[in-house]
């Protein structure tokens, strides 16, 4: 009889899927183009390590910066045992999402794991609450990138407040796999559409 991996085995070993750039990560330089309200914006952006600065036309550059910030601060580098592996970690349920697993951290955290991969993360805030619904991935030779993803706000009573659609495209730049677009679809109070393309990718030296 082969013994079941506790929940803190089951979620590193998803985590690990999951590619990373390594803490050493230089940054890069490319040409930068956001569409956002009807118009394109054409700019420029240099990433040192993880912190992108983005030269694009004022109301707009601080967005593609924040967008940025999280594409990149999502793939840095963070050994489990200094992350989530730090908290005790239960398995409460296990259903058609996958495996449930609830977090005694800061944030209240539930996450499901399907066949060996992150299916949705759930975290409690202050501001209310969020679920990422990871839907599909794409394969970084041995490890993963998720391609299309939910995130559904909740307000502090639980109210939905709206609702994002991601799809983030990655491509090889040198020895790294870097980002090169990600579209955003807002559903809240009307219907918002966001597009941020990279081009020319150049890995600083």
Do not use: C
Request: glycine share 10%.
């Amino acid at each position: 009889m082969v013994e079941a991996p506790s929940a803190w085995v089951l979620l590193k070993r998803a985590r690990e899927q999951i590619y990373t750039l390594p803490p050493e990560f230089p940054g890069f330089r490319a040409g930068l183009a956001l569409y956002l309200g009807g118009a394109w914006y054409l700019g420029r952006v240099e990433v040192e390590g993880f912190r992108p600065q983005v030269d694009l036309p004022e109301g707009v550059g601080g967005l593609a910066e924040k967008e940025l910030a999280s594409l990149l601060g999502h793939r840095r580098f963070v050994p489990f045992e200094e992350g989530e592996g730090r908290y005790p970690i239960r398995l409460v349920e296990e259903g058609p999402l996958g495996a449930g697993l609830a977090l005694e951290d800061p944030f209240r955290s539930r996450i499901w794991v399907r066949e060996g991969r992150l299916a949705l993360i759930e975290r409690h805030l202050p501001e209310g609450s969020f679920r990422i619904h990871l839907e599909t991935w794409k394969e970084a030779e041995d490890r993963l990138l998720p391609h299309r993803f939910l995130l559904v706000h909740r307000d502090p009573q639980g109210r939905l407040d709206r609702v994002e659609r991601f799809r983030d495209e990655y491509a090889p730049v040198g020895p790294y796999w870097l980002p090169v677009e990600r579209e955003v679809a807002v559903e809240g109070r009307g219907l918002e559409a966001m597009v941020l393309r990279l081009e020319n990718l150049e890995v600083k030296a």
